[in-house]
Every structure is written in C-alpha cells, then in structure tokens.
C-alpha cells in the first residue's frame, strides 16, 4: 500500500490516532474565517438564504454523524431536520420541499445507495444539495452544488473512524452557519463555539490517552457473545457508533438503544453476562441516564461507563467507569465517538480478527 502504516500495526489504530490532525485540518477554514457561508462553496449564501429545513441521506457511520448533525442543526439553527438512510428513501414516497437542503455525508463519495438517494432527491425537484465528503472529486461532490470537504486524509480500515469525527466537525460547523444565517448566533456566542472547536483537537488527543484503560476493558469484551450500548441524546448516535464498531471488527453482536427504551424491551436480555456499555457524560440527560443505569443493575447487568469528570459515578466490581478529562459541551459527542472505537479495536485484537478487512464488508459499497 502506498500510505505507510509508520509505527502502526493496522489502518485502523493508525487513523484513530490520526484524529487530533483529521479534526484540526477539518476546522482549519473555520477558525482562520469564522463562520461564513463560504465555507461551503461560492454558491452556498445564496443557497443557504433559500433553505427552510435540511434533509441529510447518508448509509452506515456516515448515517449516524447525521443523527448528531440533525440535534446540533434544531438547537442551534432552530431548523427543522431529517435523516434518511438513502436505500430507504429512494425507494418511499416523500414529500418534496424545493427549499429543503439536501445533505449527503460519505467518507468515499461513490456509495451507491447514498448517490441514488441524491439522484432520486434531484430528480424529485430538489435543487439545494450539499455534499460533505471525504474524497475530492468523487461521485457525490461531483453531483452537488455546495460541496464541505472533510480532511481526514485517505482512510483505508474498512471501518470508518477519523471520517466519521471529521464529518461530526463538518455538521457543526453547518449548523453554526446556518445559525448565523437566520440570526440564531450572536458574536459571544460565536466566538464561544470557535474557542470550543479550537480545543477540540486536544480534547481528542485527551480522549486517545485513555487507551491503556480501554485496553483493559477489551479484554474482559473478548469473551463475549452480546454486548448493549446505551446513549441518549447526542449520544445515542455514539453508542449506535459503538455497537457498530465492535460487530463489524470484532463479531462479537452488539446492539445499540437509547437508554429510556430499555425498558420497553432490551432490558430483558440482561443478566450478568452481558456487558452494557453507556456512555454517560455530564449533560442535561444524565441523571435520567442513571437511573436506566440502575435498571440494568438490577438484573445483575455488567456496567461499563464513558463518564467525564463532573459525572459523579463512583466505580464498584460491576461498574467499570472510564472519565475524560472534562465535559466537552455540544462537541462530547466528537470526544465519545474515540473510546468506542478504541474498545471496538482491542477486543477485535484480541479476538484475532481481521480489523482491517472484516469479513464480508467493503470499504466503499457501490452496488445495491
Ligand atoms: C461501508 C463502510 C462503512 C461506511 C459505509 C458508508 O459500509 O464499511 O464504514 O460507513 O460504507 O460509506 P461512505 O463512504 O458513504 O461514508
């Protein structure tokens, strides 16, 4: 291969460490500028003038950075937001809204199941399309008048982990320009969310410091047949992240709930041979989390949690607990993403997988 693993052992552990760099590079235009709609193409002030809502088509991890993007584009933007897997879409009646934004998100540009979702779009009369990729000039940038290149630099694992927190800084970064746009983003508060983005990378090299923590936690993973992710909020597209994570590299099934759905279902598979994973940091939801976090104690569940400092969790034999150094505000859902896939890849390690190549999987999918 042309792109040298250096003092790596796989793509994969070599991209997730690649993530300080991937996100800086990514931020870079929005910290030299400030948020302009330029970022997104000589067009896109125009285009962003005309939009009403956002409509975000995209399949796999891609998908799930779109389930963040839609929360960060109604609380901040205050507009309204769907997200579609696109193999799901093009072949469903919808409604078609002329003013609607179209976004796709692919780390290849060439999914087929994402570009026959923007052509079924176009051709239902939607003209506003922006593509965030990772692959300059590939398919989908190519169909698409507004174009946000992530700059995670080529990622070769099959599965996506330095695109995936790449195209979460993209979709905050258009939720802040769509924000200002509508008059949403007052100058303290931009300059808030610059700071924020600013410390990001850091953040990352924070969270990738816990390795030797989540190494541990793999290990005890290995043995496993079935493991529960839990999240709510912003962090349910994480813990959906996790589960996919670990099923695609490491076999083991994993599902993903929000927590508050627990008991509506899942929580019957608990007993104390599943492993449930939760990420659980200081936000608004916590305390509700908490308490889906007794739930599963009460049936003997095995508790692993992704906390940050401020969360209060104290650990016991059935309650592992992992903190990052601090609450990263909107952006801890960029800071969850590392651990999950920091465990994803030392329980597959020690599974002796493939990481690199899952069985059955294609880095880039391009038929139906
Ligand atoms: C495949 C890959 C995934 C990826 C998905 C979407 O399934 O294995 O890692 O998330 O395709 O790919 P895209 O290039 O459109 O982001």
């Known amino acids: 291969d042309a792109i040298e693993l250096g003092p790596y052992d796989h793509y994969m552990q070599k991209e997730i460490h690649e993530q300080p760099r991937a996100t800086a590079d990514t931020l870079e235009g929005v910290i030299d500028a400030g948020v302009v709609p330029a970022l997104f193409g000589s067009d896109a002030a125009t285009v962003f003038a005309e939009v009403d809502s956002v409509l975000i088509l ?28 696109g193999h799901e879409y093009r072949y469903r009646d919808s409604i078609p809204n002329p003013r609607q934004l179209v976004v796709t998100i692919s780390q290849s540009g060439e999914t087929l199941d994402t570009m026959e979702a923007l052509k079924r779009a176009k051709a ?45 800084c993209a979709l905050f970064i258009l939720a802040l320009t769509l924000a200002k746009q509508r008059g949403r983003l007052a100058a303290d508060a931009e300059a808030g ?29 290995a043995d496993k047949d079935h493991a529960l ?48 994973v939760v990420i659980a940091p200081n936000d608004s939801l916590l305390e509700k989390v908490k308490s889906n976090m007794q739930e599963v104690r009460a ?43 920091l465990l994803a890849y030392h329980a597959a390690l020690r599974k002796g997988t493939d990481v690199d190549k899952p069985r059955n999987l294609a880095k880039s999918v391009t038929v139906e």
């Open 58 to 85: 995209a399949s796999g991890t891609s998908y799930y950075a779109g389930l963040v993007g839609r929360q960060w584009l109604e609380s901040l933007a205050g507009i309204p937001c769907n997200v579609e897997l």
């Open 124 to 168: 239902l009369g939607h003209a506003h399309t922006l593509s965030i990729c990772n692959v300059q000039e590939s398919a989908l940038p190519r169909a698409s008048r507004l174009v946000f290149y992530t700059r995670a630099g080529a990622e070769i694992g099959v599965a996506s982990t330095k695109a995936f927190t790449t195209q979460l």
């Open 193 to 221: 969310h610059l700071e924020a983005l600013r410390q990001l990378p850091g953040s990352v090299q924070h969270a990738l410091n816990l390795e030797p923590q989540i190494k541990v936690w793999a290990e005890q993973f």
């Open 229 to 276: 992710f839990l999240g709510r909020g912003l962090h349910y597209p994480i813990a959906l992240e996790g589960a996919l994570k670990l099923k695609e590299i490491s076999y083991i099934h994993a599902e993903a709930y929000p927590a508050g759905e627990l008991k509506h279902g899942p929580l019957a598979l608990v007993d104390d041979k599943m492993p449930v």
């Open 299 to 341: 049936r003997g569940g095995q508790l692993y949690v992704f906390a940050d400092l401020d969360s209060h969790f104290s650990a016991t034999d059935a309650v592992h607990v992992i903190r990052t150094p601090r609450h990263a505000g909107l952006l801890s859902p960029i800071i969850h993403a590392i651990p999950v896939q």
